[in-house]
């Protein structure tokens, strides 16, 4: 049973802060990972796609992945409320479905 | 760009009636999936088409039905609604093989069996 794992939290920063949320997975063949930020009442929502090992930034958000220690990472630079929401996490193959985390909960204090 | 539309936005049903959820893409992808959400759960993958003509089983699929219609559209049936259906479900597509490239959302169907 391939899985994807990730603290369901709640994790709380304060704004402007580094919010570091975090996601191991099972299948050491996923070459594939996403995260996707999912709003209270609404659908998730594509962040960041990460192939390869090392970081990928994208304007306050970093990827990091690490296929040896079978682990993702998001960072969030300078969180803000509106980052508030639950972030799913995803792991992938050529051919296979994805196997999504069953998501952690962010709250960012004003 | 409507992206992944879904219709109806919600239903209720009582139990033991049927209906379709329509999904529609606009982004020419070629695989299409529905999931179901439940508190706790996650998302759930019930069918998927990686290609117009073609379906496949996820994790859940007993009570569900699909049709890949064509290119664009991926409908899901409930034969004979049950309580434990009660989800919201997703469509969601993306270009490609399926696995490697990531899923565009619509923004959900919130079902209700009575």
């Known amino acids: 049973q391939k899985e994807v794992e990730q603290n369901s939290g709640p994790l709380s920063v304060p704004e402007g802060a580094i919010a570091s949320l975090n996601c191991t997975y099972s299948?050491?063949?996923?070459?594939?990972f996403f995260w996707y930020r999912q709003y209270s009442g609404k659908s998730p929502e594509l962040i960041m796609s990460?192939?390869?090992?090392g970081d990928k930034e994208d304007g306050r958000f970093t990827a990091q992945l690490n296929k040896a220690s079978q682990y993702v990472s998001l960072l969030i630079r300078d969180s803000q409320p509106s980052d508030s929401a639950t972030y799913l996490c995803?792991?992938?193959?050529?051919?296979?479905?994805?196997?999504f985390g069953p998501g952690t909960r962010l709250s960012v204090l004003p | 760009n409507a992206g992944v539309t879904q219709t109806p936005k919600f239903q209720v049903l009582k139990t033991g009636q049927s209906m379709t959820l329509q999904c529609a893409q606009d982004?020419?992808?070629?695989?299409m999936y529905w999931y179901r959400q439940d508190p706790g759960m996650g998302l759930r993958l019930i069918y998927y088409?990686?290609?117009?003509?073609?379906?496949d089983k996820g994790e859940v699929p007993n009570g569900y039905n699909v049709s890949r219609l064509n290119k664009r559209e991926f409908s899901l049936r409930l034969e004979s609604a049950a309580p434990s259906q009660t989800s919201v479900y997703f469509c969601?597509?993306?270009?490609?093989?399926?696995?490697?490239?990531?899923?565009?959302f619509g923004d959900g169907t919130r079902l209700s069996i009575l």
């Open positions: 990460i192939y390869s090992n």
């Open positions: 969601a597509s993306s270009v490609g093989e399926i696995g490697n490239q990531p899923q565009h």
């Open positions: 299948d050491r063949g996923s070459q594939s």
């Open positions: 088409s990686a290609s117009e003509g073609t379906t």
């Open positions: 995803a792991g992938g193959n050529y051919g296979q479905n994805f196997v």
């Open positions: 982004m020419n992808h070629n695989s």
